[in-house]
């Protein structure tokens, strides 16, 4: 990967500083060449007891990621700049996003479109209603790469050297797919750590939502054809290998006559990550503090 | 079922769905109130149970009834064979209808066998975890019911979801957001923490369901995305609002914090008996001798 072709296509959002503009390209940059994805990475054991603000403030990081996702693909924007707050609840200020001038996906089927602007808003209201939730406990959004992220995944996967998940309908699918099931993953395993009722209750209806796009994406995946199963599969892979288990992802296609929208077990049931799981995959396989790939200085938080 | 109802959110903010709704909601209450008569009217005055404290198994078991109706919808039309003897319980209610779809598009084949694949699965696990305490499959009306819930929503005066691979899509939409909406309110009120865990899965699994079935139906355009707003209003109209109308950016079933709603086990039963009278209902629609186990009245 050459990072100074890539600086010059690279466009920082936000309350951008150069140092950590290039602290998080010199990770990437770390996290590529030691591509830490086997187990051998192992996680420090949390040692403190979780509360429900840590649980909520770790979701709040995964929502700034869709976020940003989402509305960078559908306006080119970035969440602050269509009036969603990336500070954290004491002024904190947000992180970086680094992402590709231009990232607006050219949509051709209008009803994808209206797809995925739906799915925006979602996880700005996700995003939104954590931050209310926290209140002067949330977390400021840390630092998001989204764009050496998915070129080191793509080559983990064995998926070429690049991947630009704005560059097409395509393309933009198997980028959305590459959260979706992990944040169903994600608050299903963090559902059990909450105490508060009232707060497993939103969590749970937010899994829920986290599950309709997956299955929206998906199905999308599933019609465009065997190219785009295969790559969902190889990416569904990765996300299992990252994770430690191997086994526990499923990905779009066919088996035995069935269609494999569902991304579940064989009891009909959607997996369940821990924290250090989730963490591991959307770093990349980076330490636990250290971060990588999409959050190239770590999650902000406890959980992190 | 006070203490139940007590235990349970009374769902008033998403009735303003209903006050939305204008006077077409009583109209389609008083059509389904009579046009379901048969089946829930004429049960005889029920005999007063004082109801205990409602434990996992109770909830568990008021989800498997959920699943073996999706698990007999799904199976019929994918395979045109319903549970086996072993996986519906001993002295299991009778099923009336349902048979294989004549599928033409291949994925939409797929799709089905999945479903299926993945309902079976859950009547398996739940059974398997509730162990002796687990009740057999209750009576299951496939027919007639879907025919009543047609006439009553405004699409006609019968529909067969069996009929052709488009009606089956239509007719998956009727149950999927509600197991959604079922489960989401269920998974507050367990003890356990496995339980609950093995109930967030078996959720997630029916919200994959529900975002596909959506999806499709979209897709599909009309007539069938106005059938499947006519059936979501037939079930805010019996099941305390919590419904989003379909359409091409209105994929996801939630609320304005995109969150999923719930329903209380009351809610849900009258939209499966398929009668959205006051009063206590104990059977109805597609459960025409009721559920089986102890949450068994819409109230």
Do not use: W
């Not at chain 1, 959305?176 to 608050?187: K, L, R, S």
């Not at chain 1, 059990?192 to 899994?207: F, N, P, Q, R, W």
């Not at chain 2, 109130?33 to 048969?38: L, Y």
């Amino acid at each position: 990967m050459d990072f100074i072709d890539e600086k010059d296509r690279t466009r920082v959002l936000l309350e951008e500083k150069k140092s950590s503009r290039r602290s998080a390209l010199l990770l990437g940059g770390a996290a590529l060449a030691g591509m830490a994805l086997s187990r051998t990475k192992a996680f420090a054991q949390a040692s403190t007891t979780v509360t429900d603000n840590d649980i909520l403030n770790f979701a709040l990081n995964l929502e700034f990621l869709e976020g940003q996702f989402y509305t960078l693909a559908t306006t080119g924007n970035a969440l602050d700049q269509i009036g969603i707050s990336t500070k954290g609840g004491d002024g904190t200020a947000g992180g970086t996003v680094t992402v590709k001038t231009n990232p607006m996906v050219p949509f051709q089927d209008p009803l994808l479109k209206q797809l995925a602007m739906e799915i925006a808003m979602d996880e700005q209201n996700h995003v939104k209603f954590l931050q209310s939730a926290l209140s002067t406990s949330a977390v400021a959004q840390p630092n998001i790469d989204l764009m050496n992220s998915f070129n080191t995944l793509a080559q983990a996967a064995g998926l070429g050297a690049s991947f630009d998940p704005f560059a097409s309908e395509t393309n933009f699918l198997l980028g959305a797919f590459i959260f979706e099931d992990v944040g169903v993953t994600a608050y299903q395993g963090a559902a059990g750590l909450i105490s508060s009722k009232t707060y497993l209750d939103k969590a749970v209806g937010i899994h829920n939502v986290e599950a309709y796009h997956a299955a929206a994406i998906r199905t999308r995946i599933f019609q465009a054809g065997p190219g785009a199963q295969a790559i969902s599969q190889a990416i569904a892979a990765t996300r299992a290998k990252l994770d430690g288990t191997g086994t526990d992802d499923v990905g779009v296609g066919i088996t035995n006559g069935a269609a494999t929208i569902v991304d579940n077990d064989a009891n009909g049931m959607t997996y369940a990550r821990t924290t250090r799981q989730v963490l591991s995959i959307v770093y990349g396989g980076g330490a636990a503090g250290t971060g990588g790939v999409f959050y190239p200085n770590a999650m902000n938080g406890t959980i992190r | 079922m006070d203490k139940l109802r007590d235990r349970l959110r009374s769902g008033v903010s998403r009735r303003s769905f209903l006050a939305g709704m204008g006077t077409s909601v009583g109209a389609t209450v008083a059509v389904l109130a009579t046009g379901c008569g048969n089946d829930s009217n004429s049960n005889p005055t029920p005999t007063p149970v004082a109801p205990p404290a409602l434990t996992d198994a109770d909830y568990l078991n008021f989800a498997l009834n959920l699943e073996y109706l999706e698990a007999e919808f799904y199976l019929r039309a994918a395979t045109g064979s319903g549970l086996s003897d072993t996986d519906a319980g001993s002295g299991a209610g009778t099923v009336t209808g349902g048979s294989q779809v004549a599928f033409k598009t291949p994925a939409i084949q797929q799709y089905a066998m999945e479903i299926a694949n993945d309902e079976l699965a859950h009547v398996r696990f739940l059974r398997k975890a509730l162990g002796s305490a687990a009740v057999s499959r209750p009576a299951i009306n496939l027919s007639g019911s879907f025919n009543a819930a047609a006439s009553a929503a405004g699409i006609g005066s019968s529909f067969n979801p069996f009929a052709d691979e488009n009606s089956f899509l239509v007719g998956a939409f009727t149950f999927e957001d509600v197991g959604v909406t079922a489960y989401h309110g269920a998974a507050g009120l367990l003890t356990d923490k496995n339980n609950l865990a093995a109930a967030a899965g078996i959720l997630a699994t029916e919200a994959y369901h529900a975002g596909e079935i959506r999806t499709l139906i979209t897709q599909l355009g009309d007539p069938y995305v106005t059938y499947a707003n006519q059936i979501s209003t037939l079930r805010a109209t019996a099941g305390g609002g919590a419904e989003t109308m379909l359409s091409g950016n209105t994929i996801v079933a939630s609320d304005s914090n995109s969150i999923s709603y719930d329903r209380t086990p009351s809610q849900v039963l009258h939209i499966v008996y398929l009668n959205a009278m006051a009063g206590t209902i104990f059977s109805g629609g597609f459960f025409p001798s009721g559920m089986n186990g102890t949450i068994i009245a819409a109230s």
